[in-house]
T-cell receptor, first 115, second 114 residues
Framework: ETGVTQSPTHLIKTRGQQVTLRCSSQ?????VSWYQQALGQGPQFIFQ???????GRGNFPPRFSGLQFPNYSSELNVNALELDDSALYLC??????????????FGSGTQLSVL | AQKITQTQPGMFVQEKEAVTLDCTYD???????LFWYKQPSSGEMIFLIY??????QNATEGRYSLNFQKARKSANLVISASQLGDSAMYFC???????????FGTGTRLLVSP
């Protein structure tokens, strides 16, 4: 059973550019969530996808968007990058219907640096 | 809105000793879940333990136990018999009603010395 994999592991962009981060969920998992972790902080929820539909969104502007594909892999897109977007982006997957007790399986993240 | 507070930026413990990492939470929900995750330097968040708000028994998973005190709104993690591999960041998190959004604290860095 493969775990959650994210690509790329590191990325450097400049202000104003666009970026796409990718995530392959753990086998059998149909829910994907994305989190942003700034240096020295806990992860913050960006959004969640369940069976290809957005199923909740955190306090992030519309330039953060996502997709989930039929194989349950996912993309996070960020347009018009800002310096404050520099962070570790974590993808997490889970199985079953989203609920309070469902534990998330995280990938190792993509470290994004915006210059 | 949910909030998690971890007041210990760093903790030190000697190998084989027990250590308690503090976590307090705030929510107006009656039904919620509390989690602890470990984040080694590789970046991956590793699930350790879960406690539901209606669970009467404290959760245990091997060397990890969760000291759940509902009236005090605390969910402290106890690691028994610390190992060098336990050195990492530890995050307390809470699940919000409706879906699997997790609200995380700022974390505690644990260093285990020989």
């Amino acid at each position: 059973e493969t775990g959650v994999t994210q690509s790329p592991t590191h990325l450097i962009k400049t202000r104003g550019q666009q970026v796409t981060l990718r995530c392959s969920s753990q086998s059998g998992h149909n829910t994907v969530s994305w989190y942003q972790q700034a240096l020295g902080q806990g992860p913050q929820f960006i959004f969640q996808y369940y069976r290809e539909e957005e199923n909740g969104r955190g306090n992030f502007p519309p330039r953060f968007s996502g997709l989930q594909f039929p194989n349950y892999s996912s993309e996070l897109n960020v347009n018009a990058l800002e310096l404050d977007d520099s962070a570790l982006y974590l993808c997490a997957s889970s199985s079953g219907t989203p609920g309070l007790s469902e534990k998330l399986f995280f990938g190792s993240g993509t470290q994004l640096s915006v210059l | 809105a949910q909030k998690i507070t971890q007041t210990q930026p760093g903790m030190f413990v000697q190998e084989k000793e027990a250590v308690t990492l503090d976590c307090t939470y705030d929510t107006s929900d009656q039904s919620y879940g509390l989690f602890w995750y470990k984040q080694p330097s590789s970046g991956e968040m590793i699930f350790l333990i879960y406690q539901g708000s209606y669970d009467e028994q404290n959760a245990t998973e091997g060397r990890y136990s969760l000291n759940f005190q509902k009236a005090r709104k605390s969910a402290n993690l106890v690691i028994s018999a610390s190992q060098l591999g336990d050195s990492a960041m530890y995050f307390c998190a809470m699940s919000a009603t409706g879906f699997q959004k997790l609200v995380f604290g700022t974390g505690t860095r644990l260093l285990v010395s020989p």
